[in-house]
Each structure stands twice: as structure tokens, then as C-alpha cells.
């Protein structure tokens, strides 16, 4: 049997994990092989199902979603559980330029999960709003922004960019921030005008019940996470058809109706994307992981 591992946002998640199965028993019959989906469940007492087969050594054939779980795992880990490929899927243009294309082979990035400001526009004009990140230091919003709970990824990545960032402010920053439930409740909480700010990754930006909510996306650019693929070392290479149908127009263009941005080059960019000129901060992935993992914490690596 093998195993394909899916742990992607909880607005994806369910609808995604179908898609692949309904791929997966084509697969199936195609080659009479035992492909089986397990999904990573959001609620906060379910164990962290990638955590729990690393540490037995229980590794899936197929790893599909938050790059942050991989932040980690020590290179003697990935050399020794994980397959690099060179050059499977060819990437858009704007993500080659911010040199998404991990060096080592490991992690295929097959789309990008942006993150939004949201406001309650009843409760502050556009220009009141903070429009880059360095605003949510600021002393009027003590106790006013609202996250969703601090082990869900859009928490761990801002926490993570913000401490390295503003270290000097970053007691400012946790000073202001509340984190508390799902990223639906953290809208219907600005929506209802509990908090007047807000953030989320941006598909859910879009959804709140009373319209009450607008989202920027910062001047200075936004935070991601990478969507990615990973296999195993040794697997069966007929698995691989799973990452052509992932880069495929099908569901890449479903990635793009949630608003993220999709890595294959021939799927337009979603308009908020497009409009913002696709600015991310971005350093590469040797950067990325060392900040989730703590082994940054300063900009200057102080």
C-alpha cells in the first residue's frame, strides 16, 4: 500500500482530498496498485499526523501541502527519508524570479497560499486600516488584532516573520495580537466588528455573512506559504502521475479560484495577485525554513 499524506488549508482540504481520490482510483485501476489518501484534520485536539509518522519512521510516499512542516527535520533527515527530484514541473515566471525552486530537489511547490489584512470597513475608513506590516506594531491596536489560534499555519508563519522582522518590537507586536479559534472565526469575529482587525490567508478574506469586511494586501508585500509536494525516498515513480494531475489545469485553476497562486505558468493569476504585482516576501527556502524553526531571529541573524 502507499500512503499520500494531505495537510493544505482548511478551505481546501476537504474538496482537494477528493479530487485526489477521484484521480488516485484511476490510478488505481490503471496500474492495480493501493494508493489510500489520509487528510490532516484542522480540529485542535487531533494529533499532527506528519509529526507522528516522522517520529515513527512511518513515512508517507507522498506528502502534499504546508511547507512549514518540513521546517524541522535536520538535512541528515530529508538525505535519508526523502526523494529529491530536479526540475519535475516547471514553475510561473514570478515564482522562478523569487527562486521558488528548491535547490535541493525536496519540495515542489504547487501553489502559494497568500495572507491578508481584513478590517471592518464599518469600523475604519480604508487609510485607518495598517497597509504594511510594521503598522500592526503600532500601539492603538493593543489587544485589537485578531489571529486564529497560534499552532494553526497562518499564526505560526506571521508569528514567525514578525519576530524576525521587528525583534526590538516584537513584544509590541504580541502586545496587540489575540489568537483564538479558526480562520472562519477570526472573519465572522471583524465582520461582527469584535476586533476591527484581522488576518487570514486571503481566500477567506472574501466570505463574511454582514459584509463588513475589506482585506489588504500590505504595500510592502505579503507572507506565503508555499503548497508543496514531497516523496518519499524509493517510491513506486508511478506516483508521479499524482504531481502531474496536482500541476494539472484542473486543479490548478481551482487553487486560483481561492485566491492563491498557482505555480504552473500557463493558469492566469488571480486578480488580487495580479493587481498587487504579485509582491511576496520571499527569501528562499534555506530562509524560510531557518524562520519557522527559530534558528533565525533577526533579520541580521543576531
Known amino acids: ?63 502534499i501541502g504546508h511547507a512549514n512542516d518540513f521546517a524541522e527535520l535536520s538535512d541528515d533527515i530529508m538525505k535519508e527519508y526523502f526523494q529529491p527530484f530536479s526540475d519535475l514541473f516547471p514553475l510561473r515566471k514570478e515564482l522562478l524570479d523569487l527562486k521558488f525552486t ?32 510594521e503598522n500592526l506594531l503600532e500601539p492603538q491596536w493593543e489587544g485589537r488584532i485578531l489571529l486564529p489560534d497560534e499552532f494553526r499555519t497562518v499564526s505560526v508563519i506571521i508569528n514567525s516573520y514578525m519576530k524576525t522582522r521587528f525583534p526590538q518590537r516584537y513584544d509590541d507586536y504580541r502586545a496587540n495580537t489575540v489568537f483564538e479559534g479558526n480562520p472562519v472565526d477570526v ?27 475589506s482585506s489588504k494586501w500590505p504595500d510592502d508585500g505579503t507572507f506565503c506559504v508555499p503548497q508543496i509536494m514531497v516523496w518519499k525516498k524509493g517510491i513506486d515513480e508511478r ?34 495577485a495580479e493587481n498587487n504585482e504579485c509582491r511576496l516576501i520571499w527569501e528562499g527556502w534555506g530562509h524560510f525554513l531557518k524562520i519557522i524553526s ?6 541580521t541573524g543576531d
Not at 494529533?47 to 510516499?61: A, M, Q, S, T, W
Not at 469575529?189 to 463588513?212: C, H, L
Open 187 to 213: 472573519v465572522s469575529a471583524v465582520d461582527q466588528g469584535q476586533y476591527p482587525v484581522g488576518i487570514v490567508n486571503i481566500s477567506f478574506s472574501r466570505f463574511s455573512r454582514e459584509k463588513n469586511v
Open 294 to 299: 527559530g534558528d533565525i531571529l533577526t533579520e
Open 102 to 133: 528548491d535547490p535541493a530537489g525536496y519540495f515542489h511547490t504547487f501553489a502559494l497560499v497568500p495572507y491578508a489584512i481584513i478590517y471592518n470597513h464599518k469600523i475604519l475608513k480604508k487609510e485607518e486600516a495598517p497597509c504594511i506590516w
Open 1 to 63: 500500500m502507499a500512503k499520500v499524506l494531505v495537510h493544505c488549508p482548511l478551505n481546501i482540504s476537504r474538496t482537494m482530498g477528493e479530487m485526489l481520490k477521484g484521480f488516485i482510483r484511476q490510478l488505481n485501476k490503471k496500474y492495480g496498485m493501493d494508493v489510500r489518501v489520509e487528510i490532516q484534520p484542522h480540529r485542535p485536539t487531533e494529533e499532527h499526523l506528519f509529526e507522528k509518522y516522522v517520529k515513527e519512521g512511518n513515512i508517507p510516499d507522498l506528502t
Open 239 to 272: 506516483l508521479l502521475e499524482l504531481g502531474e494531475y496536482i500541476m494539472s489545469e484542473e486543479m490548478q485553476k481551482f487553487f486560483a479560484q481561492q485566491s492563491f497562486i498557482p505555480a504552473a505558468p500557463e493558469i492566469l493569476l488571480p486578480q488580487e
